[in-house]
């Protein structure tokens, strides 16, 4: 039988509505929720594990950094882990576990839960089985595991509050999907020589940027002597902003001569950041920013967070950003 180790971090999975309001707040779990599924045994030889228990709102570097950690020492000893994750930041651990643990050659998988475990009509147990089921598998990846698809972690994103299909994959295609079968789609998945190694460490001096039409671009001006090292600006389309008289190319400008890294991302979920194809992000593009092509935001953000940690030098994060670190971004 394979071991598998859970980490349940916390999330709607494993929280309990609390008096008077129903509010949800994280449960005093600690192994009592696994009574309540006691068929993953028969999936597996399982270790449970509880680093932290918070909603996922919470979870920051020092999380990461505590799961790296883990599954980094237990490695060996192990098949496969499942860690139990809120959904709201899952994206973002998926991706910074697949930018810290390089070459995996086993599968790290995330899942977690829109209905507590203990509320009837869970998709808790379901997503849990699959998840343990999938950690068995010959994955080496880390991957999400919901809604009955199997997600590349740091391709994933959360795109519905309420859909028990929370998550979707808007530029890269499923690693598998999970019906009457387990069917895993290997073409899709990745493929290394290299041999497994950790790389620690995320730097917070990463902003992002929302821009909306009418958004200022002045009332950023004091970020630019912030210390941040890069910005992630979020434009329409393929990577358009503003350029007339609220025109986001000074600001774009001010940044890359200071030495910051400036990157376009989009608000639309699928499709490629083309900065070629309008005026106003080939305008953005001359001033020095450059589009994040099909990568998520998510993985885009946690990308120049790893970065960051490791350079200073624009250029050096430019060129890092754009060489593909666990599958996020297209050759
Ligand atoms: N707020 C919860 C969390 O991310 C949502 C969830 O788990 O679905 O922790």
């Known amino acids: 039988m394979k071991r598998i180790l859970i980490l349940h971090t916390g999330g709607t999975f494993g929280m309990v509505p609390m008096e008077p309001d129903e509010i949800l707040v994280p449960g005093n779990l600690h192994s009592e929720w696994l009574n309540q599924v006691p068929e993953i045994a028969r999936l597996a030889e399982i270790d449970v594990e509880i680093p932290f228990n918070m909603d996922s709102s919470n979870v920051s570097i020092a999380e990461w950094e505590i ?3 883990i599954v980094g020492r237990k490695m060996d000893r192990y098949d496969g882990f499942v860690i139990i994750h809120g959904t709201d930041t899952m994206a973002y651990t998926a991706s910074a576990l697949s930018f810290s643990l390089l070459n995996l050659r086993k599968p790290v998988i995330l899942t977690g839960a829109q209905r507590p475990l203990a509320r009837l009509r869970s998709d808790a147990r379901g997503n849990l089985i699959d998840a343990i089921q999938v950690a068995t598998m010959d994955i080496p990846e880390v991957a999400v595991v919901f809604g009955q698809s199997v997600l590349r972690g740091n391709r ?52 992002a940027l929302y821009i909306f039409p009418g958004s200022d671009p002045r009332l950023f001006f004091p970020l630019l002597d912030s210390g941040t090292k890069a910005f992630l600006l979020i434009g329409f389309g393929a990577g358009n902003l503003p350029e007339n008289d609220r025109s986001w190319i000074p600001f774009i400008e001010k940044a890359t001569g200071k030495g910051q890294a400036v990157f376009l991302a989009s608000s639309a979920l699928h499709g490629r950041v083309d900065l070629e194809l309008y005026a106003g992000a080939q305008e953005a593009a001359r ?10 935001r998510e993985a885009a953000l946690v990308k120049l967070m790893k970065l960051c940690a490791t350079y200073d030098d624009a250029g050096k994060i430019r060129e890092y950003f754009f060489t593909d670190r666990a599958g996020e971004i297209e050759p």
């Open 287 to 296: 001033a020095g920013a450059v589009g994040v092509k099909g990568m998520t």
């Open 67 to 69: 799961l790296v950690d």
């Open 156 to 207: 994933a994103t959360k795109n519905s509050i309420s859909s028990y299909k929370a998550f979707v994959s808007p530029n890269y295609p499923l690693l598998g999907k999970i019906g009457l079968n387990v069917e895993l789609f290997r073409e899709n998945m990745l493929l290394t020589p290299q041999p497994f190694r950790i790389d620690r460490g995320f730097s917070d001096e990463v902003v």
